[in-house]
């Protein structure tokens, strides 16, 4: 009788995995189905250009006359460490950067800290105000920058005329137009700053109320508690805002028509990689250009990625 009720049990146990393991198959096989669309247009739109890229990176090919393309091997990698204009534009990336990502960090935490602030009023109104002009199309940003910076006719040379002081030429002076692009980019800090709110407002609010008992000033709460409890997010803004200004490209080629001007000022790596591959149709040496970049990324992220463990607080530890 027990060996009985044993047999049954195991025959009855087995049936259950036999069925779970339908079950888990049946989901498994419609999972697939559902993230087919997105594997596919992943082969087709992310790797295989990637691996495409990577083939062309190691030949002469030229997109006009594609049938004369040849294989160079290192050829193009040589070029590139030889090439004055790579390192022209990385300096101009470098120095833009040098300006942009301090200001691109510290304008949306500021107007994070004060959104955030107990005294202000119509505080939906202002984050709403803030974010707004992120969802306005950059290349009409552009071209309204482009008339609010013009020397003769723009309005902040107007109001610098009104206070007695003489605006300089702002998008064809070497010294002007970084601060420029700067301007231009403060357009889209709303993106940024929602992500400051959000971890502002997740802090405990115990934090402050003891640093208060213990006297401490507006300005202690801030860099002792905020910053250090929203260094995460500072951090993912700080790795984002290096890759996109080393991939900036848009503001510059709508700006100056992607000619570098002044003085190849605005020849970012991006507006010369796109110049070589699409203007120049050199695909060969632009697809070294692209890679080249993706390793410096690359290097620079792994680097702020190792120093991150000695200034960026998990509040419950680093996977």
Same mark, same amino acid.
């Given at each position: 009788?027990?060996?009985?009720?044993?047999?049954? =049990?195991?025959?009855?146990?087995?049936?259950?995995?036999?069925?779970?393991?339908?079950?888990?198959?049946?989901?498994?096989?419609?999972?697939?189905?559902?993230?087919?669309?997105?594997?596919?247009?992943?082969?087709?739109?992310?790797?295989?250009? @990637?691996?495409?890229?990577?083939?062309? %990176?190691?030949?002469?090919? $030229?997109?006009?006359?594609?049938? $004369?393309?040849?294989?160079?091997?290192?050829?193009? /990698?040589?070029?590139?460490?030889?090439?004055?204009?790579?390192?022209?534009?990385?300096?101009?990336?470098?120095?833009?950067?040098?300006?942009?990502?301090?200001?691109?960090?510290?304008?949306?935490?500021?107007?994070?800290?004060?959104?955030?602030?107990?005294?202000?009023?119509?505080?939906?109104?202002?984050?709403?105000?803030?974010?707004?002009?992120?969802?306005?199309?950059?290349? %009409?940003?552009?071209?309204?920058?482009?008339?609010?910076?013009?020397?003769?006719?723009?309005?902040?040379?107007?109001?610098?005329?009104?206070?007695?002081?003489?605006?300089? $030429?702002?998008? &064809?002076?070497?010294?002007?137009?970084?601060?420029?692009?700067?301007?231009?980019?403060?357009?889209?800090?709303? &993106?940024?700053?929602?992500?400051?709110?959000?971890?502002?407002?997740?802090?405990?609010?115990?934090?402050?109320?003891?640093?208060?008992?213990?006297?401490?000033?507006?300005?202690?709460?801030?860099? %002792?508690?905020?910053?250090? @409890?929203?260094?995460?997010?500072?951090?993912?803004?700080?790795?984002?805002?290096?890759?996109?200004?080393?991939?900036?490209?848009?503001?510059?080629?709508?700006?100056?028509? =992607?000619?570098? $001007?002044?003085?190849? %000022?605005?020849?970012?790596?991006?507006? /010369?990689?796109?110049?070589?591959?699409?203007?120049? &149709?050199?695909?060969?040496?632009?697809?070294?250009?692209?890679? @080249?970049?993706?390793?410096?990324?690359?290097?620079?992220?792994?680097? @702020?990625?190792?120093?991150?463990? /000695?200034?960026?607080? /998990?509040?419950?530890?680093?996977?």
């Amino acid at each position: 009788m027990t060996a009985d009720t044993t047999t049954a =049990g195991s025959a009855l146990e087995a049936e259950q995995k036999h069925q779970l393991g339908a079950i888990e198959r049946h989901q498994r096989r419609w999972g697939f189905i559902f993230i087919s669309p997105w594997i596919l247009g992943f082969l087709l739109f992310f790797l295989l250009p @990637m691996a495409a890229s990577l083939v062309f %990176s190691f030949m002469e090919f $030229d997109l006009i006359r594609p049938e $004369d393309a040849r294989f160079v091997g290192l050829e193009n /990698y040589r070029q590139w460490f030889g090439d004055p204009l790579v390192w022209e534009s990385l300096l101009v990336t470098v120095k833009f950067a040098a300006i942009m990502i301090p200001f691109s960090l510290a304008l949306p935490l500021g107007f994070a800290w004060l959104l955030t602030s107990k005294s202000l009023w119509a505080k939906p109104l202002f984050r709403t105000l803030f974010f707004v002009p992120t969802i306005v199309p950059f290349v %009409s940003v552009v071209f309204i920058w482009n008339g609010f910076l013009n020397t003769q006719t723009g309005w902040l040379n107007k109001f610098l005329e009104t206070i007695g002081i003489s605006g300089p $030429d702002w998008l &064809n002076s070497t010294t002007w137009i970084y601060p420029a692009l700067a301007l231009i980019g403060a357009w889209g800090v709303g &993106n940024a700053m929602l992500l400051f709110i959000a971890g502002i407002q997740g802090i405990p609010i115990d934090l402050y109320e003891s640093a208060e008992v213990d006297g401490a000033t507006a300005w202690h709460k801030f860099k %002792s508690i905020t910053v250090p @409890m929203i260094s995460p997010i500072l951090f993912y803004n700080l790795v984002l805002a290096v890759i996109f200004l080393f991939q900036y490209f848009l503001v510059p080629f709508v700006l100056k028509n =992607g000619t570098g $001007d002044p003085a190849n %000022s605005t020849l970012f790596y991006s507006l /010369y990689f796109f110049k070589t591959a699409f203007t120049f &149709n050199d695909m060969g040496y632009g697809a070294t250009l692209a890679w @080249m970049l993706f390793i410096i990324l690359m290097l620079i992220t792994l680097i @702020m990625f190792g120093t991150a463990r /000695y200034w960026v607080y /998990y509040e419950f530890g680093e996977d």
